[in-house]
């Protein structure tokens, strides 16, 4: 399926910087509200519907010369138009 990126962007920020802009995102998912992206000239609006896929991933980038680069994505995914959600796997816990 081709894949259309309505909104990207990349930058340093503080752990707490980051922290921050989660929870905003977080109080909008939990108020059922839209959430609204800017950055620049960019921005999008999304609906998440009640019950989004949640998907959580950590990974380790290895180049060719040796160096390596760990991330973790957190991902909302639904279909558009859908208003729950039907994912797979065990329940998710953070500590």
Same mark, same amino acid.
């Given at each position: 399926m081709p894949e259309e990126v309505l909104f990207e962007t990349e930058n340093t920020? &503080?752990?707490?910087?980051?922290?921050q802009y989660l929870r905003t995102v977080a109080d909008k998912l939990d108020?059922?509200?839209s959430i609204t992206l800017n950055a620049g000239n960019? &921005? =999008?609006?999304?609906?998440?519907?009640?019950?989004? =896929?949640?998907e959580v991933k950590a990974e380790r980038e290895t180049s060719s010369s040796g160096s390596s680069e760990l991330s973790v994505e957190f991902e909302l995914e639904w279909k558009e138009?859908? &208003?729950?959600g039907n994912g797979s796997g065990g329940s998710l816990e953070i500590e």
């Open positions: 920020q &503080s752990r707490t910087e980051i922290a108020g059922g509200g960019q &921005s =999008v609006t999304l609906d998440p519907p009640t019950n989004p =896929v949640f138009g859908d &208003s729950g």
